[in-house]
């Protein structure tokens, strides 16, 4: 058991429709990573917030934005939905990068998007 | 550009042989390396990591790896795999600003009985 939940597990989009997808983190963990996977492929790094400031961004367009929330919860939004953008999102916590613990990201089981 | 390279797409493994999956990586300093393991509708679990000192480092689930600088390589191995190994293994290493890791595209391992 990781800690990370996401929600929902599973939904279906049309093209051009917007969708938001939530993370909370595990306990004491301040920062948060989004990833994209899509089928067959590895994880993808969208963006990472940390203390609520994105603090890093893949190459993803502006587009993907997030939030993140004081008890370290986050968002991803999605807008004017694309039929590439069907992937499972995960999302990641961690410590801050720096020492015994850097890299070691706790990985939510996703959120299935599917966009028609 | 920082990249990791899975060459195996699918491997195929006995119950009880032995298993090594090859990573190689792009990485113009010393690397953090990772390898991440996915079951079937899970979220990705970290099996070991690398951040410099002795270049073999001992993961869970009895697996290990091997840094090899010289040839920008972190293969994972075990030495007698069990059925319940059967997942979709990924390599990473963390980006330089130390914000991410990139992911290699994954391999796949099937165990037969």
């Known amino acids: 058991e990781t800690g990370v939940t996401q929600s929902p597990t599973h939904l279906i989009k049309t093209r051009g429709q917007q969708v938001t997808l939530r993370c909370s983190s595990q306990?004491?963990?301040?920062?948060v990573s989004w990833y994209q996977q899509a089928l067959g492929q590895g994880p993808q790094f969208i963006f990472q917030?940390?203390?609520?400031?994105?603090?890093g961004r893949g190459n993803f367009p502006p587009r993907f934005s997030g939030l993140q929330f004081p008890n370290y919860s986050s968002e991803l939004n999605v807008n004017a939905l694309e039929l590439d953008d069907s992937a499972l999102y995960l999302c990641?916590?961690?410590?801050?990068?720096?020492?015994?613990?850097?890299?070691?990201?706790?990985f939510g089981e996703g959120s299935r998007l599917t966009v028609l | 550009a920082q990249s990791v390279t899975q060459p195996d797409i699918h491997i195929t493994v006995s119950e009880g042989a032995s298993l090594e999956l090859r990573c190689n990586y792009s990485?113009?300093?010393?690397?953090?390396l990772f390898w991440y393991v996915q079951s079937p509708g899970q979220g990705l679990q970290l099996l070991l990591k690398?951040?410099?000192?002795?270049?073999l480092v001992q993961g869970i689930k009895g697996f290990e790896a091997e840094f090899k600088r010289s040839q920008s390589s972190f293969n994972l191995r075990k030495p007698s795999v069990h059925w319940s190994d059967a997942a979709e293994y990924f390599c990473?290493?963390?980006?330089?600003?130390?914000?991410?890791?990139?992911f290699g595209k994954g391999t796949t391992l099937s165990v037969s009985s």
């Open positions: 990641a916590s961690s410590l801050p990068s720096g020492g015994a613990n850097t890299g070691e990201l706790f």
């Open positions: 306990s004491g963990h301040n920062t």
């Open positions: 917030y940390y203390r609520e400031e994105e603090n």
């Open positions: 990485y113009g300093a010393t690397p953090y």
């Open positions: 690398y951040f410099s000192g002795d270049t």
């Open positions: 990473a290493v963390e980006n330089q600003a130390g914000t991410a890791l990139i």
